[in-house]
Antibody, heavy 123, light 107 residues
């Protein structure tokens, strides 16, 4: 059973970069696709982006200029960097496995999710 | 982006009730619609994918239906553990988007 666990700072200063990692309990992280999703009172649930098992990425256009995702297969982790953060980026950040609706389809559901980590942007 | 609108936003119900939550997409998403349950302080949990397919381990009292722009999540007989917030999510186009949630509360 796949399990995910987010880690990273809970407080980030405005204009700095938010960096989170997600550790996954699978034999090979490269066997699956992965996503980051965040949840805030103001924006609800918001998909941030995917990192495919190939290592390529697909980001939400609204965040694309500030987002970078990567995978470290040796550590069994994937990561999220979000630059130039503001208070609007305060949210609970979740990592999740992205399951495609069919081979080659860019259509996904998310299962399972990590427990989430609250990141507050404040000076 | 495709907008997903759920109704109602909140719902009071009793154990044993049959309840239906609606999710409407701003354009056709065919059957690329998923449902999640979220309990307070926890991550969302996948209930139903591709409109009507029950995720493994999810009780059969949950069911989903619809196509195009209108979808439903039905709980046939509410159990105490079902009181939570429910979200729909479209996966037809990028960016995938979620509804604002329906909070199911005990009457």
């Amino acid at each position: 059973q796949v399990q995910l666990q987010e880690s990273g700072p809970g407080l980030v200063k405005p204009s700095e970069t938010l960096s989170l990692s997600c550790s996954v309990s699978v034999a090979s992280i490269s066997s699956y696709h992965w996503s980051w999703i965040r949840q805030s009172a103001g924006r609800g649930l918001e998909w941030i982006g995917h990192i495919y098992k190939s290592g390529s990425t697909n980001y939400n256009p609204s965040l694309k200029s500030r987002v970078t995702m990567s995978v470290d297969t040796s550590k069994g982790q994937f990561s999220l960097n979000l630059s130039s953060v503001t208070a609007a980026d305060t949210a609970v950040y979740y990592c999740a496995r992205a399951v495609p609706a069919g081979a080659g389809l860019e259509r996904w559901w998310f299962d399972p999710w990590g427990q989430g980590t609250l990141v507050t942007v404040s000076s | 982006d495709i907008q997903m609108t759920q109704s109602p936003s909140s719902l009071l119900a009793s154990t044993g009730d049959r309840v239906t939550i609606t999710c409407r997409a701003s354009q056709s998403i065919r059957t690329y619609l998923n449902w999640y349950q979220q309990k307070a302080g926890k991550a969302p949990k996948l209930l139903i994918y591709a409109t009507s397919s029950l995720q493994r381990g999810v009780p059969s009292r949950f069911s989903g239906g619809g196509s195009g722009t209108d979808f439903t999540l039905t709980i046939s007989s509410l159990q105490p553990e079902d009181f939570a917030t429910y979200y729909c999510q479209q996966s037809y186009t990028t960016p995938q988007t979620f509804g604002q949630g329906t909070k199911l509360e005990i009457k």
